[in-house]
């Protein structure tokens, strides 16, 4: 059972706009940053999103962060297919001593 | 460009203790700006954070493996490295190692490739 709660599948056809959600708490999306990240099938994870909503040099700004109170979310504009992959959310987590916490991923099909 | 690559048996026996290294190129271990950290994914599942260490040694674990966990850093090789104990058939998983930007709350980047280490008799 993740801290953070994403859907586990979300699709669209190419050329849509979807969206990823993912739900915390006052401990961790709350008071904290929250992160993306993207798996493509048999690959380690890649930093998508920092800080809520900046993107690093060389992510295409068809990808979108945001967030709001306990939630954040993740939207991909103009969907393409090699945007197939799985999406984590991630954030730090001030109970428990401190934490990393990640969503149990959404696995985006590009239909 | 700064790469990440983690080595260590790919088999392990229940009971026993798993032993990963990363070892960064490209870049120093010893930068004042980044931690670095193991993360690991079981087959088909989500990641979970297993800790992270400075270089100057000081870490932070997930309080659920804190008791099995160790990581440690040895700047002259510009490796870091994980010891997990008593391992059961629930550590199987593909490790990670990756660098920790903005302190010790902030985001991996990059990651290394990833091993898979399977824990069976």
């Known amino acids: 059972q993740s801290v953070l709660t994403q859907p586990p599948s979300a699709s669209g056809t190419p050329g849509q706009r979807v969206t990823i959600s993912c739900s915390g708490s006052?401990?961790?999306?709350?008071?904290?940053?929250v992160y993306w990240y993207q798996q493509l099938p048999g690959t380690a994870p890649k930093l998508l999103i920092y800080k809520n909503n900046q993107r690093p040099s060389g992510v295409p700004d068809r990808f979108s962060g945001s967030k709001s109170g306990t939630s954040a979310s993740l939207a991909i504009s103009g969907l393409r297919s090699e945007d197939e992959a799985d999406y984590y959310c991630a954030a730090w987590d001030d109970s428990l001593s401190g934490r990393v916490v990640f969503g149990g991923g959404t696995k985006l099909t590009v239909l | 460009q700064l790469q990440l690559q983690e080595s260590g048996p790919e088999l392990v026996k229940p009971s026993e203790t798993l032993s990963l290294t990363c070892t960064v190129s490209?870049?120093?271990?010893?930068?004042?700006?980044?931690?670095w950290g193991w993360i690991r994914q079981p087959p088909g599942k989500g990641l979970e954070w297993i800790g992270s260490i400075y270089y100057s040694g000081s870490t932070y674990y997930n309080p659920s493996l804190k008791s099995r966990v160790t990581i440690s850093v040895d700047t002259s090789k510009n490796q870091f490295s994980l010891r997990l104990s008593s391992v059961t058939a629930a550590d199987t998983a593909v490790y990670y190692c990756?660098?920790?930007?903005?302190?010790?709350?902030?985001?991996?980047?990059?990651w290394g490739q990833g091993t898979l280490v399977t824990v069976s008799s």
């Open positions: 490209g870049g120093s271990l010893s930068s004042t700006y980044y931690y």
């Open positions: 006052t401990s961790n999306i709350g008071s904290n940053y």
């Open positions: 990756a660098r920790r930007r903005d302190g010790y709350r902030g985001w991996f980047d990059p």
